[in-house]
């Protein structure tokens, strides 16, 4: 009996591994990198720009103002269905929302008021592409981070209001800071 309930183990981790040896070794494009991210572009008078950068092997979608169906961008799933994805680098009204960083002591720090449309579209962003979208100054403010969400294309399609949500930050005391190098730059007209 133990003979082949060793047997049976064996052929059960036999089994996992060749199957794990099949998937990918990793779903980020740049190892060096997260999966999704935010990353400083530079600014104006009013506003910053931040990218969101698809570092992963899935498509994303996104919340903006308005729809991105149908663009000049066709891609196709891994389960063979097509669809339209925003075109690499657009420059998009993005939804994103506003908190107070619990790194900084913030209790004198006030939220500056952000009105969201009371309506909305999206679009998908596919695998190594990104999005500029602009942020108010005064909502990257030492002692606050924006944040925006979006689901990964297993989330399922169409409303997914029943679905887990998935966040990436973006800290205003990291502009200017010594321990990011982030440096403020004026965009270029």
Not at 12 to 18: G, K, N
Not at 81 to 101: L, Q, R, S, T
Not at 125 to 143: A, M, R, T, Y
């Amino acid at each position: 009996m133990k003979t082949v309930l060793f047997i049976l183990m064996l052929f059960a981790t036999e089994t996992t591994f060749s199957q794990h040896k099949d998937a990918p070794m990793s779903e980020k494009i740049d190892p060096n990198k997260p999966t999704i991210y935010l990353e400083y572009v530079c600014q104006d008078e009013k506003n910053i720009k931040l990218r969101l950068e698809n570092n992963s092997i899935w498509y994303i979608t996104i919340w903006t103002v308005k729809s991105y169906f149908p663009t000049s961008k066709p891609f196709t799933l891994r389960n063979g269905a097509k669809g339209y994805a925003i075109p690499n680098d657009e420059k998009v009204d993005m939804f994103y929302y506003v908190e107070k960083d619990k790194l900084w002591d913030n209790k004198k720090i006030k939220i500056p008021k952000k009105e969201l449309p009371r309506e909305g579209g999206g679009g998908e962003v596919i695998s190594q592409d990104s999005v500029i979208f602009p942020v108010e100054i005064s909502h990257l403010q030492k002692g606050l981070k924006v944040y925006v969400e979006f689901s990964y294309e297993w989330d399922g399609q169409g409303d997914i209001s029943n679905e887990p949500s998935h966040r990436v930050y973006f800290r205003g005391g990291d502009i200017g800071s010594a321990n990011t190098g982030i440096e403020p730059t004026l965009c270029k007209k």
